[in-house]
């Protein structure tokens, strides 16, 4: 909640200073205690009103001009109406982005240079070239560890999204094998069904990536953006270096510049760690992993040992913490309970200390125990790739603690160099985002749009064994903010029709809704059954335009569906009713 508060109050302080132009400015800035925030205000005093917003320990502060403390955002807010009227007219694109990006009226060979061809390099660089901005991107896959390189098109594509998705879509085919049976196909023993092929799966799903990464090339040729298979890093805050596959180095000059370098995986910190490949390297694993460790417990992690887990293979996820910190707490254990009861190991409260190879195998140990896999995957999280960017040499801010870039509407401290993606500091890492965000930029800036990318409000789904999807509040949030008594959660378990015949479990699927009982407005919406990204993406539309509970079930569903038990759901958890469904 508070992340999400800074957040907000930092993007309406943002936006005030694009709407008083020459008479606000605001500071976005993170402190570790308060003193240092009063120090900071008293030795930095401007002569315009300068609105502070602030994020101390666990509160959210504004304060304004002579270190006047004016409580939470709200009566920052309106302080600034008081005192500096009506708005004036917004400043016309591009400074409505952030801070003045003003042309010094230097010439430079590219109107702008992305570095990174990801999600948000090819959509930012495809529609700047499009508005006529002259572009070149800049995209080169430094080799994973265990020596693994991909084309264009960045993480999702090549190492994510794409194959991730697909290979989950070959483990549910796996279990639709058992279906098939009940459905009157074959007569057969289910062992008698064809043994996965992993190189042939990874065949298929190579040689798609391939033909996306030709696509990709061919597009920037059709849009005239100049692609550079190159590294780049900066020399000044309008030069970069370039360095192809043979080392041989060359300079390129910009006006402006968009950092869209994305993230690589971390290694898992311990002795051995070289032993452990990473996502990097899961998807186009010559030879099938074998019994497999996966390290960490988050949407990675958890997707990689699901499909892993579904072709066949003896799986074993260690998680330090958590499942899918960030995520529901009641959903996160429904996503680990259905995966420990179709057969994945979880070895809870534990972190690798030494990786040791005895014969072909990895011996991993840890606090209790120790045991031998074939493979080790570390899926502990990612490192946004800012350390060899030379930003330091171009004045760009990078936090200390995660390396990520800050930015107010994507644009640095340096007003002229943009960041988005994975790399910016307290967005969320998907592929939608980066896109949503390349595209707004690049209207910002060449197309006269001043629309900015609402972050707040973003579904999101893990392709696990059972997938979940969702969007907006956790239970958890939402009772601190609401209280156990302004919010009512709406749920219900259900078998969905095409598992009845096959299938015969329990109501595993599970779905809630979270509703502010002062407004009646749906606040939160989480669902754990088949084709989660399909279900809730819909309701995110009507999620974003304030949706009631009542519009919710006033909606006529489609039957039979899954997607209808969200306007079919009536139980709250005050009754105390049970939420399994029966009947149709
Ligand atoms: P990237 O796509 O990472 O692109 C950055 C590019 O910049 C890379 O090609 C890199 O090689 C290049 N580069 C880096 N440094 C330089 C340099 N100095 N010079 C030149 N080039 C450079 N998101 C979803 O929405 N849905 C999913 O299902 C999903 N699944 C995922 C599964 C996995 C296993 C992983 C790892 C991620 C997944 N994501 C998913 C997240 C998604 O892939 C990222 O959020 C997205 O790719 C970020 O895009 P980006 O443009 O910021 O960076
Ligand atoms: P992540 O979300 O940062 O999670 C890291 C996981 O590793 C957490 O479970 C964390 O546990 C654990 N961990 C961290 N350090 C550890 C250590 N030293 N030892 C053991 N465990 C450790 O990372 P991710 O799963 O790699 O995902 C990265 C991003 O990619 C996500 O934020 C997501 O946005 C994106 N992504 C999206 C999708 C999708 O849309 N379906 C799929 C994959 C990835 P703690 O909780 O204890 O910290």
Redesign the pocket.
Known sequence: MIQRDFQKTANVFAALEHLYPGKFVADICEFDNEQSLRKWIASDLLPLFKGTVAKIDDLVVTWVDDSRYLGDAQAGLAFVREHLGAPGKALAAPQAAGKPDVDDGQTYEFDVVVIGGGSGGLAFSKRAARAGANVAMLDFVKPSPHGTKWGLGGTCVNV??IP?KLMHTAALMQESFHAAKSYGFGQEDYNSWPKHEWSRMVGSVQDHIKSLNFGYRVQMREEKVKYLNKLGSFLDPHTLQTVDSKGVKETITARRFLIAVG?R??P??CPGEELAIS?DDLFSLPEAPGKTLV?????????CAGFIHGLGLEVAV?????????FDRDMSERVGGYMERKGVRFIREA??QKLEKVGDKIRVFWGTGSEDFDTVIA????DPDTKHLGLDKAGVIVDGKTGKIPAVNEQTNVPHIYALG?VLLGK????PVAIQAGKLLSDRLYSGSSETVDYDRVC????TPLEYGCVGWTEEHAKEVLGEDGLDVYHTNFLPLEWTVSHGEPNDCYLKVLVDLSNQKVVGMHYLGPNAGEVILGYGVAFRLGMTFKDLTSTIGIHPTTTEEFTLVNITKRSGKSPEKTGC
Do not use: H, N, W
Request: glycine residues 14%; contains cysteine.
């Open positions: 994510g999204c991730k993230g995986p971390k898992l910190g996502s390290v960490g417990a988050s949407y990675v992690a958890l997707e260690m998680v330090r913490s958590i499942l899918l910190r960030g972190q690798p899926a502990i999280g990612r994975d969320p890492e998907l592929t999101t789904t893990v392709f």
